[in-house]
């Protein structure tokens, strides 16, 4: 079955211990990207990747580090997290040509304590 | 900077209804404008929409763009209780001039809510 797999999809911790969300997709797609979304402020792009070692910003990419080292995953890093990063986590995937839509996994909800 | 905005921002209507849900969108290099229905989890696509004046069906769902006033309507007829959802509008930019990948911008959404 096709889809995009996030890890873990609850997760309380402290300020400052380093997190990482894991993101996988089965569908050989190119593009993967990570959005948070919050309520009043909708979905806001953080990271984006084009291809293997290709990363780049997206509209709110501060305090997130990202790589993608294979094709199928797509991982999210928190180096150190701070409460204003309390938010609900999509990783979203799709082929390069963009004619196909995005495909979403189930989100991660993660609270900063 | 890219702009996408919905309108309303929440509606109640009752069974049987039908209801139109609004997305106007500015941004430079548009390719296309999508639809998604999220309930309690991941967003579930439900259309794209690429040229003017085409209406895309599905059930009773359909959609249609307007690129020269820069907008699109999702409207639901006949809505039921599973149609409750938040309806989010995003729309795909070009983000390098050469080509390559798509930039998504999403709208705040329209939480709907279908009651009995």
């Known amino acids: 079955e096709a889809q995009v797999t996030q890890n873990p999809r609850y997760l309380i911790t402290v300020t400052g211990k380093k997190l990482t969300v894991t993101c996988s997709q089965n569908m050989n797609h190119e593009y993967m990207s990570w959005y948070r979304q919050d309520p009043g402020l909708g979905l806001r792009q953080i990271y984006y990747s084009m291809n293997v070692e290709v990363t780049d910003k997206g509209d709110v990419p501060e305090g997130y580090k990202v790589s993608r080292k294979e094709k199928r995953n797509f991982p999210l890093i928190l180096e150190s997290p701070s409460p204003n990063q309390t938010s609900l986590y999509f990783c979203?995937?799709?082929?390069?040509?963009?004619?196909?839509?995005?495909?979403f996994g189930d989100g991660t909800r993660l609270s900063i304590l | 900077e890219d702009k996408v905005v919905q309108s309303p921002l929440s509606l109640v209507v009752h069974e049987g209804d039908t209801v139109t849900l609004n997305c106007s969108y500015e941004?430079?290099?548009?390719?296309?404008l999508l639809w998604y229905k999220q309930e309690k989890k991941a967003p579930t696509f439900l259309f794209m929409l690429?040229?003017?004046?085409i209406e895309k069906k599905s059930g009773r769902l359909s959609s249609i763009l307007d690129k020269k006033e820069l907008f699109s309507i999702l409207n639901i007829t006949a809505t039921q209780t599973g149609d409750s959802a938040v309806y989010l509008c995003a729309v795909r930019t070009r983000m390098y001039s050469g080509g390559g990948a798509d930039g998504l911008t999403f709208g705040k959404g329209t939480h709907l809510i279908i009651q009995p």
């Open positions: 690429t040229s003017s004046g």
């Open positions: 979203a995937s799709s082929f390069l040509d963009g004619n196909q839509p995005q495909h």
């Open positions: 941004v430079t290099n548009f390719r296309s």
